[in-house]
């Protein structure tokens, strides 16, 4: 998961990228970059940590242009290095920036036709990499000396024809403009937005719509799948589908957990369709719990707090904040090792010892993917005084790996694979448990727009939207499990 941005204004755009990046740093706290042109000159800084650390005065004074696009990195493929940080870059044909969200399945194969057939040299593990030189011979394939939009949709078209998984891109071509494009299923999220002046329009696509906010773009549309949208140096506006079989599927972890509650992801809110989840939440404890002297509800932070607090009020249960996070700690679920994750819980969380002494709790989660989190949180409730400790999450059991861009790639480590809800309650040592249905859930998502297509919701389903290679999974297992990050030192 990570999140992009690209803009074409009126004025130098550099400022306004890296406070974009900010707005977007829940999505990647790995590595973040930006590349910005003027005139037929690009400039880029990128490097490992987070927005803030990343650029100094000294290193942004060079970023000049009226045009750029930024990125802020989480891996889940390739590796933790410099090399890997985004936007990266090609020369040929033109001299193209490109910034991508998402996960390919199909890079080894792209890779050996790269090299065997496009004469193109991929020079680390990413997939992005891949993606951009894909587009990159497809393009040079498709133009002459001259760009054109009916070149660059070809491209587009070329792109979806060979690649396959989860991708939302931007790229910039100095001296031409700004390319942005889903993948036919749009898994991953996408936005354009716009910004009227006494000069002329501004643009800007991102991962979510907050991006838009901050610097009040109007959110025009999503990016459709399988759309490319071009922007040019002189503001002229080019939209088409690029795929000929195209369905919208986005992906329902966005939100459950990794979007802001205050963006809007193909026209469904996340804040709203978080309320929801706590409602439909409800009602399964209200058949299962009947019984049970709960006393408060107590949500873990940020993410599950929405959900948490129609859920209390339906449940006619008081609601309290019992844990107090550590704002300048990142997400651990992001982080990319299980040891930095294990040690970040507790610098996070700080339980309020007055909110659980001698007291029945429910704690709310938005999800619970590893347990490890779940467990020391269970435990710091004891810790607190708690009578009893009931735990429910507002997402069904996280049972298969996501191959579209979130870090849940080994099965094996998820605490629910192959294990029954009784079996999970008793590994993370709570006196009850209680998951979302997989039905609810999407219902709570699909009243915002019943328009969209289905969710890919394979984490949860084993149903994934596009067609996988049976060996892919061993062979992600063998590069992007939590030891393997340890033997390659990622981690």
Known sequence: MCGIVGIMANHEVASTIYECLTILQHRGQDAAGIATCHGRKLELVKNNGLVSDVFKTANTQKLKGNAGIGHVRYPTAGS???????????????????????????????????????????????????????????????????????????????????????????LIIPGYGIVAFRDPNGIRPLVYGVRHSAEGDEYMVASESVALDLHHFELVSDVAPGEAIIITNERQVHRQVCSDKTQLSPCVFEFVYFARPDSMIDDVSVYKARLRMGEKLAERIKQRWANEDIEVVIPIPESSRTAAIPLAHALNLKFREGFIKNRYIGRTFIMPGQEQRIQSVRRKLNAVELEFRGKNVLLIDDSIVRGTTSQQIIQMARDAGAKKVFFASAAPPVRYPNIYGIDMPVADELVAHERTEAEICRVLGADGLIYQTLEDLEAACWEGNPNIDRFDSSCFSNDYVTDVDADYFARIGLHRSDLAKQNNGTA
């Not at 890079?107 to 496009?118: G, K, N, S, V, W």
């Not at 000396?145 to 070149?151: G, K, W």
């Not at 491209?155 to 396959?164: D, G, I, L, S, T």
């Open 80 to 170: 933790s290095d410099y090399e890997e940080a985004q936007p990266f870059y090609v020369n040929s044909p033109f001299g193209i920036a490109f910034a991508h969200n998402g996960n390919l399945h199909n890079t080894e194969q792209l890779t050996r036709e790269l090299f065997a057939e496009d004469r193109r040299h991929i020079n680390t593990r990413s997939d992005s990499e891949v993606l951009l030189n894909i587009f990159a011979h497809e393009l040079a394939n498709a133009s002459g000396l001259q760009i054109t939009p009916e070149a660059i949709f070809h491209a587009v078209k070329r792109v979806h024809q060979r690649c396959q998984g989860a991708y939302a891109g931007v």
